[in-house]
Each structure stands twice: as structure tokens, then as C-alpha cells.
DNA sequence: CCTAAAAGGATACATAATGTCTTTTTAGGG
DNA sequence: CCCTAAAAAGACATTATGTATCCTTTTAGG
């Protein structure tokens, strides 16, 4: 339960790449796939994700590649995530409560969305930046004291 | 991504049934199945797997059937998933960081860290006594504010 | 020894994950 | 205008996982 998929690994390994790079630097999916050792292939599928929704640019033909569509700064991991591997759903009643009948009186269902609320929290407060920075946010270290 | 199985939610189903019921009573495997609407034989699946690690007892022959292993409020919701669904394991990396050679430089490895830390945080808080009593804990409601 | 009930094992089917291959479109440059 | 580089699109192949059912074996009561 709860594991990224290989997918979305690529992902993030492909576009954390791009955001290393100057913001106008178009860069070759062969070399991104190269540098983030993933199949060229593959990581060409998911960049075409990236690229319907914005996540990057991509320009065909020679001279061709990708960039970031926006500043790392601007771009949360669990939009990554969320491109790649759907919304993050810990239980399906979560988005679909109708699909359950026993919804309406089930205590585990809350359970669930504050299961949700915290992994997208803790997603959101990533941005691609944070992650080619290599300056990763002073984690709340949330004890409960 | 994240999404917890149709045994893990059977599982749930299946344990707070028995959680609502005393103690000492033995209930039959196809009484619990019809009460939490899951089909039997997969419900004895599980349940199996529950019995080998004493989340639950069994009781073979006439007369049969299953009880708690341990009082409910000492039971976590964390304990009953991962019986099932195994660790919880948002990346590979978390529980195998020798698997992947850039865990040694990667940013996006604590991450994963972070939010399994998170979710079994969420799980280990709630008993089986609060599922089958309604009375869920009240929520940290964390707003960082 | 007969019956009830769980345990264990094998099997069937569907869906999703993980890629690869081929063809098409777009764009630059001589 | 053609040639080449590069991404887009779609079809396909393979494997792993999820979802379940069935059959046989073990255990226990009466
Ligand atoms: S029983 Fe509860 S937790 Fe399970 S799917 Fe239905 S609402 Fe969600
Ligand atoms: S690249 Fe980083 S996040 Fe991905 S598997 Fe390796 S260590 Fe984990």
C-alpha cells in the first residue's frame, strides 16, 4: 500500500533534473533520461504528461527538448506527483463517498481524509526547487509533546 | 497512488465488526462476511492472516469461529493495515535506500520519509475501540498557522 | 463417526504497471 | 523544397498485482 510507482519516480527524477537547469535551457529528453538513469522511453511518456498540463514546455523538431513551464519555486511536488499518478486517494470513499454504502455512518472514512490531508500537506510543501536546491525545509518535527 | 486495497478495506470491515462485538464472543466467519458485506471466502483470507499473528483468535470445529486476539483499544488501525497490506513504504528507497544508488545525494528521499512518518502517525492513533465506539479522536486539526 | 468450521493450497480472471516499437507531426537549416 | 532532428501519438508486449473462488485437509464437539 501507499507506493510510488516506478512512474512516478521517473517523474520526479526527470523534472527535478529540469529544474537544476537555467529556466530557458532546452534540454534533450535522451540526455535528462541519461543523467536521471531512467528508460528513454518511458521518462518520453510521462513528459508528454508534464507537457499537456503545462508542468513543461516541450518544442519539436531540431533543436528541440524541454523545459520547466514555470519557476521551480512555483511547482509543488505533489503536483508532480499528481500529474503522474492521479490524485492521492487513500481509500476510495475518500473521493467517492457515494461509492460506499456504508459511508454514512463509518468511522474509518474521516480516518482516511486526515490520512489524505497530511500526505498532501507534507507534498505541498515541496517545490522543485527545495529539491535541486538541495535545501530542503526545516521539517516541523511535529511531536505531539 | 496511495490507495489502500479492496483486503485492506475488507480487513478494516471485517476486524471492527468483531471490535463492536464482547470479548469473549466467538463469531462466525460467514456471520462477519454478510454483517460487513465482503464475500466470505476472501473475508477467510484475511482473517487467516490475522489469526497467524494473533490480531485475532480462531477457533476450529463445531462451534468455531473468530475473536479478538487483544482488547480493541489496544489494537491501532496502523497494526490491522499492515497486516494485511504490509509496511507502510511510500518509496522503495525508505525501507531499501541501498536499492537506489543516488539515495546517498537525493533530496526527494527524506520526503518520503517525512510522509510515511505522517500517515503511520494518523494510523497508530486511532484504536479499534474508537472505530467501533464513533468516538474518534479528536483531531490535532494542525493548521500551521 | 458425523458434522461444523477454520486452514491451506491451487487456480482463474481482471486490472494495472512497466516498458518497447512504429508511425506521425513539427520545426530548423541548407 | 527536402532532409534531418526531435517530440507526440498510438499500438503492442510482458509481467506483476489484485480479487476472488474452489477443493481438500485439519481440528473439534456431540
Ligand atoms: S466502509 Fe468506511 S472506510 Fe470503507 S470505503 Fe466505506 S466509508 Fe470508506
Ligand atoms: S532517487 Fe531518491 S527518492 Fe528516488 S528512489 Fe532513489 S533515493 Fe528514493
Redesign the pocket.
Same mark, same amino acid.
Do not use: I
Given at each position: 500500500?501507499m507506493e510510488l #510507482? &516506478?512512474?512516478g519516480e521517473y517523474a520526479i527524477r526527470g523534472i527535478v533534473y529540469l529544474a537544476g537547469k537555467p529556466l530557458d535551457k532546452v534540454c534533450?529528453?535522451?540526455d535528462i533520461a541519461a543523467a536521471v538513469d531512467v528508460?528513454? #522511453?518511458?521518462l518520453?511518456?510521462i513528459?508528454?504528461q508534464f507537457?499537456?498540463i503545462g508542468l513543461v514546455r516541450?518544442? &519539436?523538431? #531540431?533543436?528541440?527538448?524541454?523545459m520547466l513551464g514555470r519557476a521551480p519555486e512555483n511547482i509543488t511536488l505533489l503536483e508532480v506527483v499528481e500529474a503522474v499518478e492521479g490524485p492521492i486517494i487513500p481509500n476510495r470513499c475518500v473521493c467517492a463517498p457515494q461509492d460506499c454504502d456504508r459511508s454514512s455512518f463509518c468511522n474509518v472514512h474521516p480516518i482516511w481524509k486526515q490520512v489524505q490531508e497530511q500526505v498532501c500537506g507534507v507534498l505541498t510543501g515541496v517545490t522543485l526547487k527545495d529539491l535541486s536546491d538541495g535545501k530542503i525545509k526545516p521539517q516541523p518535527t511535529d511531536l505531539a509533546k
Open positions: 500500500m #510507482t &516506478r512512474k534533450l529528453l535522451s528508460p528513454p #522511453t518511458f518520453a511518456k513528459f508528454q507537457s499537456k516541450s518544442f &519539436r523538431g #531540431t533543436g528541440g527538448g524541454f
